[in-house]
T-cell receptor, first 112, second 109 residues
Framework: DVKVTQSSRYLVKRTGEKVFLECVQD?????MFWYRQDPGLGLRLIYF???????EKGDIPEGYSVSREKKERFSLILESASTNQTSMYLC???????????FGQGTRLTVV | GENVEQHPSTLSVQEGDSAVIKCTYS??????FPWYKQELGKRPQLIID?????GEKKDQRIAVTLNKTAKHFSLHITETQPEDSAVYFC????????FGTGTSLTVIP
């Protein structure tokens, strides 16, 4: 079974804090993705990576950065958390090309 | 970039009836169209997918159709059951996944 694991299920952070969300996959997938899920807005892509140390901006990269130092790990960083970044964050991974994406269980982040 | 639109946003059906969810896409180069089901509090999971060289695919009670000319694809669920209640997302793939905004399906027993 493919496993995509996110480091936290629930997280509460204060405004201005630097926040790290970690994602690990065990299927040797080349592609990894970070999405934000908000009611009525679906899944919006923040960043994705198609290889180690490679990253591409998605639709809503502002206020976020990412790091992929190892193939299995993709980190999302909120440089200075703000209340409008309160959301559900989903990580996903897939093989290169048009194949199924597997999702992590999600991290519900609340910024107060 | 690609733009995927999904309708309806909410759908209620009686148990045993059929449910249809429709998506359109804008980029004719998109070549892979997966459908994901997300139950409350759980991660999205693939239920069916179709590639651009296929017009229809069926897996038991669910089917997907693709019209490349019109750039739309649809999910069909027959003989709906309460456990089909969930949010469904369509997506189009061209270098990355572009998701629709989701359809909340409620099956009324």
């Amino acid at each position: 079974d493919v496993k995509v694991t996110q480091s936290s299920r629930y997280l509460v952070k204060r405004t201005g804090e630097k926040v790290f969300l970690e994602c690990v996959q065990d299927m040797d997938h080349e592609n990894m993705f970070w999405y934000r899920q908000d009611p009525g807005l679906g899944l919006r892509l923040i960043y994705f990576s198609y290889d180690v140390k490679m990253k591409e901006k998605g639709d809503i990269p502002e206020g976020y950065s990412v790091s992929r130092e190892k193939k299995e790990r993709f980190s999302l960083i909120l440089e200075s958390a703000s209340t409008n970044q309160t959301s559900m964050y989903l990580c996903a991974s897939s093989f290169r090309g048009n194949t199924e994406a597997f999702f992590g269980q999600g991290t519900r982040l609340t910024v107060v | 970039g690609e733009n995927v639109e999904q309708h309806p946003s909410t759908l209620s059906v009686q148990e045993g009836d059929s449910a249809v969810i429709k998506c359109t896409y804008s980029d004719s180069a998109s070549n892979y169209f997966p459908w994901y089901k997300q139950e409350l509090g759980k991660r999205p999971q693939l239920i069916i997918d179709i590639r651009s060289n296929v017009g229809e695919k069926k897996d038991q009670r669910i089917a997907v159709t693709l019209n490349k000319t019109a750039k739309h694809f649809s999910l069909h669920i027959t003989e709906t059951q309460p456990e089909d209640s969930a949010v469904y997302f369509c997506a189009a793939f061209i270098n990355q996944f572009y998701f629709g905004t989701g359809t909340s399906l409620t099956v009324i027993p």
